[in-house]
């Protein structure tokens, strides 16, 4: 269910009381305001439907989020440290999600108590694999977010990958599955890094050859936009923190067909 009326309200006045410092006050102050009567919603529907609707929903929210940073402390400490760099895509997620100085707070903890094995792995999947049942487009966010603080350093080693391949498949995703997500992700770190040209770099975050016709690499981009549309995600469930990374991974995908349109002389 999303709730802006608090966010809205709270900035127009606060701005107008205040300039930009008011409207930013008035931005948090609503955002509790909306996160409360969210509850109250999530609360009345979900006890009208014996749990279903938006309080199944709510329960979603929750076992996505835990579950991201639990699982990114695993994958990377699997190489047997955690990195500075890993570190900073941790901060790098939270900061991109907006998270208010609590869900922060929860969030650094999560993904210590995976960081430290204090929160096993097999049952965190399990919990985010039963809220999350059927909802394929949800699970390869999760791998892709995954995949990204792995390559946090430039690179998996062995350790990273095979604790991946583990996640990927028992979250119901094949071989076949992980191995595009790790070519799509790859190619773009890669580009990022000045490895890749940003064309290879496009193929890649489409998960074509450079050999594809343009029928191909048409038909896997509207693909991978459907997938990835951030008003989708959220009506499967994904939290509404994670909604500026998912309209991200759109606009990756987007400027990685229009690289290839222009060198192609698509239309």
């Not at 930013?24 to 509790?32: A, C, T, Y």
């Not at 995600?233 to 909604?243: F, N, R, S, T």
Request: glycine share 12%; with cysteine; net charge negative.
């Amino acid at each position: 269910m999303n709730i802006w009326i608090g966010k809205i309200l709270g900035a127009v006045f606060g701005g107008l009381a205040g300039g930009w410092i008011g409207a930013l006050i008035g931005l948090v102050i609503g955002n509790f305001f909306d996160r409360g009567l969210a509850r109250k919603a999530a609360g009345g529907l979900g006890g009208a439907l014996g749990g279903g609707g938006s309080g199944h929903r709510q329960m979603v929210h929750a076992a996505f989020f835990r579950s991201v940073f639990v699982v990114m402390g695993h994958v990377c400490k699997a190489d047997g440290r955690v990195s500075q760099a890993e570190i900073r895509v941790a901060e790098q997620v939270m900061a991109r999600m907006d998270l208010n100085p609590t869900q922060r707070e929860e969030a650094v903890s999560y993904f210590s108590a995976g960081r430290d094995g204090e929160a096993d792995l097999d049952q965190t999947l399990e919990e985010f694999r039963r809220y999350c049942r059927g909802h394929v487009q949800l699970v390869r966010v999760f791998l892709e977010i995954q995949i990204q603080a792995a390559l946090a350093d430039g690179s998996f080693d062995d350790a990273e990958r095979d604790m991946l391949r583990r996640i990927a498949l028992g979250l119901g995703l094949s071989e076949e599955d992980f191995a595009r997500l790790e070519t799509m992700m790859g190619g773009q770190a890669a580009n990022q890094s000045g490895t890749e040209s940003q064309l290879e770099s496009a193929y890649d975050t489409l998960g074509v050859s450079a050999d594809a016709t343009d029928a191909e690499v048409k038909k896997a981009w509207r693909k991978l936009m459907s997938e990835h549309h951030p008003d989708k995600l959220v009506a499967k469930g994904l939290p509404e923190e994670m909604m500026r990374i998912a309209k991200e991974r759109a606009q990756d995908i987007q400027k990685a067909y229009d690289t290839i349109k222009t060198a192609r002389g698509m239309r």
